[in-house]
Each structure stands twice: as structure tokens, then as C-alpha cells.
């Protein structure tokens, strides 16, 4: 072989030594000459050979912590998403970000990121998977320290790589053999062989085969007998009729006492007079608030009790009108009064409880009483 193409190809030169403490030895050498990219084998572990080597820490520990801290950051993402913003469920009464419940999915997934991940870091990047060679591969060097020998590499890519100087360095330190290693020619034209495109047919293939296989399973699989038991199953749909219960109902009424969230317990229950007596407005009028009041009263009050609370009803007879909002009756009512109305019901007026929450409520009674000076509006308003 030709000097030129024999250096172009060669991938550093190795040496087999016959005893621990000779390898020892050139480690240290090697190591103090300042060698960087030079590596020892030897088949069972020599005490303090790797402090010798100087050899740097690795960086897959900084790897695995960036990927469990990444992991943990997208597990309370994901948490915080999908049980908070994305589909809130209240489970047990518990806030929607019920941070001890997540703790598991968070340990989870910083453990699976930064195992899992590491390991792929590690084949990937640093092994350059899936390229399966390496020129130490099958050489005899590679026998010998598998089996009696203890050998050293120093590669050709390292800056202070002289061949000759190497060489009689390692003979001058006694090494039973010294071999050059080259990369084979097939290992420098190395083309992975996910490219190929037999492959790339095959992985088209494959996903092909898997969408086909999973559409028929949720689409055709599950509703053939005996697969659709979970479809054709004992169950009652809203507004249906029930056998199940006495009163032939599907629809089961809350339990008694239920108090939905939200929502407190109406303590004036039919009086009137004890809620007009101990009810106050705890809200302020301010635009804010007359614009939520005027909002829901247009919405839920106006279709009866007309676009100023004068008992036009819109509902042309259908309903038989309501009183006016401006008697003196209502003016000198308290608020509380007022809101009973609305939480109760009167006589024939539905109770609006279920559909306005508490605040709603009082600032529908802060835009009746801005209607109720409205129309009653005083030269000194003006002035
Ligand atoms: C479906 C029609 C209808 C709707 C909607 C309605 N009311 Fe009434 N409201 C009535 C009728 C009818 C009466 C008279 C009830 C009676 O005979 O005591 C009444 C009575 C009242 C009274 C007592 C008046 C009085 O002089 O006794 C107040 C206050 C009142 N409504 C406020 C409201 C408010 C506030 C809303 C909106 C949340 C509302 N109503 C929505 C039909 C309605």
C-alpha cells in the first residue's frame, strides 16, 4: 500500500500490552504527552485507569437533567391544559388545578423524558445510530483485548497524531504488537440504510397497513357482535322513560338539599319579608355593573316587564302583562325585596335562580332602580 493512501484511510494506531501494569504505564504516558482522542480496552476493569486517561465527565448527565426538567415542565403543561383550560372537570369537588393529583403524572413524565430520552441521545447522537461500524470492529486488535490482551488507540484525528513518533513510543514501552487500524472503505461511504428506497416503500407500507388496521378496529370492529357489547349496553338517554324507576322518569331530580357550585344556599325560602329586611346590594352602581344589569335584565326581564320595566310586554297576550316597575310599591321596596322576586319567583313569574347567578341578579336590581330615576328624573338631575 502506498504511503499517501495509507494515511488518508487510517483511523489511528493500537497497541496490544501483556500486563495490567504495563498498560498502566503508557495510559499515563500517553495521557501526560497531552493525547486527547486515545482510548484503552482491556476485558475486565483496571483500578484507576480511567483517572489516568484523564478522562472528562460526561456530558449525559447535563442531558438527563434537561430532559427531566423538560419532561416536568410538560407535564404540568399538559396537566394544567387538559384539566384546567381544555376540557375542566370537576373531580371530587377539588379545583380544576389540583397540583397534588398531577404529581404522579409529573413524576412520570420526567422520569420517561429523562430516561428514555437520554437513552435515545446516547444511541443517536453520540453512537450515531443506526450506523452500525466501527473501524475497531472485527480487527485482530479487537480480538486480542477481548480476550488476554490490554490495548490502546490513539486516532489519527487527534492534533498531536505522529505516526512514527507513536509507534516507537509504543515499542519503546514494550508492546507485544502494534497495529494500524483503517477504516474499511465500505465504513467511509457509510449510507444508512433507512434511505434505501426498498425501505422507505416498506416503513409506506407499514403505516398503510396501520391506518387500515386501526380505522377497521374503531370503525367497523367495535360495532360487530360480539366485539359492540360495549355500544349495545343498559342505559336510559335524556327526557326518556325509565322502567327502572317508580316514577317512570330516566331523569333523576338533584338530591334534596343539592347546592349547585356556585351557587349558596337561599336562606329566605318563601319570606319575603325577612329577605327584603336582611338583604343588602353588595354591588356598587358603577358602569361596570349597570352594564351587566342592563344586559340581563334586556335579556331575561324585558320580554315581560318591557325595555323600561313599564309592564310592555312584548309577548303580545301571551302571558298576561305584569305590573309596572315604577309604582311606588316597587320604588320603595328594598333591594332585597326585589331580589327575592327574582331568586323566588311571584305568583306567576318563574324564579330566574337557575339562570342568573347571584351577581347578575342585584345588578338587574341596580339597572331597575337607574330606570326607576330615569323616569322619575328631577329638575335638579339636569342642573
Ligand atoms: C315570563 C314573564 C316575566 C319575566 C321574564 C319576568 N317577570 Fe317579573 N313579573 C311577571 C309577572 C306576570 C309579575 C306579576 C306577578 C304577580 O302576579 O304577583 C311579575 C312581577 C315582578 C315583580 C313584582 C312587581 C309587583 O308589583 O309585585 C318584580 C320586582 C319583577 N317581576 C321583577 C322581574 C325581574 C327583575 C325580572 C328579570 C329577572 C322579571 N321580573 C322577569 C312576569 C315576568
Known amino acids: 500500500m502506498e504511503a499517501n493512501s495509507l494515511k488518508s484511510n487510517l483511523y489511528g494506531v493500537s497497541a496490544i500490552f501483556s500486563d495490567t501494569k ?44 434537561v430532559l427531566g426538567i423538560s419532561g416536568a415542565a410538560f407535564g404540568l403543561f399538559l396537566t394544567w391544559w387538559t384539566m384546567s383550560v381544555d376540557y375542566p372537570l370537576i373531580i371530587g369537588g377539588k379545583p380544576w388545578f389540583s397540583f397534588p393529583a398531577f404529581v404522579p403524572v409529573l413524576f412520570e413524565l420526567t422520569v420517561l423524558l429523562a430516561s428514555v430520552g437520554t437513552a435515545i441521545v446516547m444511541l443517536f447522537i453520540i453512537f450515531k445510530f443506526p450506523n452500525p461500524k466501527h473501524p475497531l470492529h472485527d480487527t485482530e486488535y479487537m480480538k486480542r483485548v477481548s480476550v488476554d490482551g490490554f490495548g490502546i488507540v490513539i486516532e489519527a484525528k487527534d492534533e498531536k497524531f505522529d505516526y512514527e513518533k507513536i509507534r516507537s513510543l509504543f515499542s519503546e514501552f514494550g508492546a507485544e504488537k502494534i497495529f494500524d487500524i483503517y477504516y ?21 407500507f407499514l403505516v398503510v397497513l396501520t391506518a387500515f388496521i386501526g380505522y377497521f378496529v374503531n370503525n367497523k370492529l367495535f360495532y360487530m357482535p360480539p366485539f359492540d357489547f360495549m355500544l349495545y349496553q343498559f342505559r336510559v338517554n335524556p327526557q326518556e322513560e325509565s322502567t327502572l324507576f317508580a316514577d317512570g322518569f330516566a331523569m333523576r331530580p338533584p338530591v334534596k338539599g343539592t347546592v349547585a357550585r356556585g351557587q349558596s344556599f337561599y336562606q329566605f325560602k318563601g319570606q319575603p319579608e325577612e329577605a327584603a ?23 331575561f326581564c324585558s320580554p315581560c316587564h318591557g325595555w323600561r320595566g313599564e309592564g310592555d310586554s312584548r309577548l303580545n297576550q301571551q302571558f298576561p302583562n305584569p305590573p309596572s316597575l315604577h309604582t311606588d310599591k316597587v320604588r320603595n321596596w328594598t333591594d332585597g325585596r326585589i331580589y327575592h322576586i327574582i331568586t323566588e319567583g311571584q305568583n306567576i313569574m318563574p324564579s330566574y335562580a337557575s339562570q342568573l347567578s347571584e351577581e347578575e341578579r342585584w345588578a338587574i336590581i341596580l339597572y331597575i332602580r337607574a330606570l326607576q330615576r330615569s323616569l322619575n328624573a328631577k329638575l335638579e338631575d339636569v342642573q
Not at 184 to 204: H, M
Open 184 to 204: 474499511s472503505p465500505e465504513e467511509l461511504n457509510y449510507k444508512p440504510k433507512v434511505f434505501e428506497p426498498k425501505f422507505i416503500v416498506f416503513l409506506i
Open 22 to 65: 504495563k498498560i498502566a504505564e503508557i495510559t499515563h504516558k500517553v495521557a501526560e504527552l497531552g493525547y486527547k482522542n486515545y482510548d484503552v480496552h482491556s476485558s475486565f476493569p483496571i483500578h484507576n485507569l480511567p483517572k489516568k486517561m484523564k478522562l472528562k465527565w460526561s456530558p449525559l448527565g447535563y442531558i438527563a437533567f
Open 277 to 299: 329586611a336582611n338583604l343588602i346590594n353588595p354591588l356598587l352602581p358603577t358602569e361596570q355593573t349597570l352594564a351587566l344589569g342592563q344586559k340581563k335584565f334586556n335579556t
